[in-house]
């Protein structure tokens, strides 16, 4: 049995929806009223180490999907404890949802993933680290005022769909060759430029005005930060996986009116 941590997110549906036809699975969920529809639900909270034990029992295969606690202490708590859970339960393999850097790097974003990894090192259980890059969902360039703008100094994204890294997930959980493995996913390299001239309008780029999330990444961005591409997500996927140009063409397509 597969067992599928925060199960009701955005994630966590997508990874369920792909498992739901190959076998037995279970959600993993901390409100069961939220649960994916179609596959048995259990009650497993972060924040209750307990309920993740139980949840977790008979699992041959357990995703743990990271927690969004953006408090680092808390967040390596959450993750610490279903790791706990999991020797605890005596589950067959671990897959986790770790972050680009994590292996290496400990500081701000990659903090509570760097931990949670060593951990899974340390717990002795059978792995397979699943290290996301930024999600591409958030990131796809939209046109306005004729035009496609940003602040990245046109310089190249390696950003994910949620529905391949969801897939590749699922495909890891149900093949032994991923065991002892720590994949770097990244998606087909993209700049703002480039999808601009695919939706055949022009590019303008607009320097950052005030801090925030979005400005922060977009120094990452000018800096390079996420011009690395590895083919680990293609390879698991066993396919392509989807640019941002595509999807951006079929977002404007589907926003576009029908003229008859
Ligand atoms: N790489 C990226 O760009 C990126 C972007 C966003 C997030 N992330 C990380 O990837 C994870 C999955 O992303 P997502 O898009 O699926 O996020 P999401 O849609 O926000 O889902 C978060 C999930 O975590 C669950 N959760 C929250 N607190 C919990 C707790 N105490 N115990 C158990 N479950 C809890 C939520 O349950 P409820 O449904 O009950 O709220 C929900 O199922 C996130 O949690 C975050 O760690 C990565």
Not at 82 to 104: C, H, K, Q, W
Not at 191 to 200: T, W
């Amino acid at each position: 049995m597969i067992v599928v941590t925060a199960a009701s997110g955005a994630l966590g549906r997508l990874v369920i929806a792909h498992l739901r036809s190959r076998g037995e699975v279970t959600a993993v969920v901390r409100d069961l009223a939220r649960a994916p529809e179609g596959v048995p639900a259990r009650h497993g909270d972060y924040d209750d180490p307990a309920s993740l034990r139980t949840a977790f029992d008979g699992a041959t295969r357990l995703l743990l999907i990271s927690s969004p606690e953006l408090d680092s202490a808390r967040r390596i708590r959450h993750h610490l404890a279903a790791v706990d859970a999991a020797v605890a339960a005596g589950v067959g393999a671990i897959a986790y949802t770790s972050f680009l850097g994590a292996d290496t790097g400990a500081t701000g974003l990659t903090e509570a993933h760097h931990a949670t990894e060593q951990a899974i090192l340390a717990s002795g259980l059978p792995y397979t680290m699943l290290r996301h890059p930024f999600y591409s969902d958030p990131f796809v360039p939209r046109v306005s005022d004729g035009a496609i703008s940003s602040g990245t100094g046109g310089r190249k994204l390696n950003t994910a769909f949620r529905s391949d890294l969801a897939e590749a997930a699922a495909n890891v959980l149900t093949g032994a060759e991923h065991l002892g493995r720590a994949y770097d996913f990244t998606g087909p390299l993209w700049s703002h430029p480039e999808v601009a001239r695919a939706l055949g309008v022009p590019y303008r780029e607009v320097p950052d005005t005030e801090p925030g999330p979005m400005s922060w990444i977009n120094g990452l961005v000018r800096a390079g930060a996420l011009e690395r591409h590895t083919g680990d997500l293609e390879r698991v996927l066993g396919r392509p996986a989807e640019t941002v140009a595509a999807r951006a063409l079929t977002l404007t397509a589907n926003a576009t009116p029908n003229h008859p």
